[in-house]
């Protein structure tokens, strides 16, 4: 038996999956939006930090007290033009719609979730955990978080190098910015729930195991 190379129709990695309908889309992108929505109030309960981003715009609303969900809009505003350049109208049209829908999303769940106690590490595991299964649910219905996210995946795609490592180099460059203003064991702990969440992606978003079937 022998391999064959791939063809130049498949150069476009969603060429052959099967595409989501409408409805799928739909409940795809908002579990995957929820799921990151509470993992955040895990986050910021915590007073811990993340990458990409969500974890600029974190950094901005702790420094600021602006209010995370309004900061978060504001900060993926550029990302789009490459979102848009690079993936086209469809992912971008759907990454604006995840970026307002979390920003929504986390302006009713915050204050409808308290804790009287959270331990540390489980907390940034359940946000690691929550955080990383909502973003597969995101990428895989072709959508994103925002800029870092959508970056991370185009070059997943055009390289090969996986979308988790990525995001992992470029949360690694927050948090070395964030220890100018944070103790080092929030940052140690952030940098923990950025793995787990990291994780996630480069283990289970794989071309050659879901894309191109």
């Known amino acids: 038996m022998t391999n064959k190379k791939p063809s130049a129709d498949n150069k476009d990695p969603h ?9 799928d889309d739909v409940q795809g992108l908002t579990f995957g939006v929820f799921a990151c929505s509470l993992g955040m109030v895990f ?18 609303s702790y420094l600021t007290d602006y209010d995370f969900g309004t900061v978060f809009f504001l900060v993926n505003i550029p990302f789009y033009w490459f979102t848009y350049h690079r ?22 769940v915050s204050p409808a979730i308290s804790f009287e106690h959270l331990d540390p590490l489980v907390g940034i595991l359940a946000f690691g955990a929550m955080v990383g299964a909502g973003l597969l649910a995101i990428i895989r219905h072709e959508g994103s978080l925002g800029g870092v996210g959508a970056m991370a995946v185009t070059i ?5 190098f996986r ?8 949360d690694l460059a927050i948090f070395a910015t964030a220890l ?25 978003h794989r071309r050659d195991r879901y894309i191109g079937r």
Do not use: D
């Open 163 to 170: 979308a988790g490592y990525v995001q992992q180099l470029l």
């Open 15 to 23: 060429k052959n999956s099967e595409k989501h309908s409408l409805l």
């Open 180 to 204: 100018f203003f944070f103790p080092w064991p929030i940052i140690a702990w952030s940098v923990l729930g950025s793995i787990v969440l990291n994780s996630i992606i480069a283990i289970n």
């Open 43 to 60: 986050l910021t309960h915590l007073g811990f930090l993340t990458g990409q981003t969500a974890g600029l715009a974190l950094l901005i």
């Open 87 to 108: 993936m086209g109208m469809r992912f971008t049209i759907k990454s604006v719609i995840c970026v307002v829908g979390m920003s929504a999303m986390m302006k009713f």
């Open 156 to 160: 997943q795609e055009f390289t090969g």
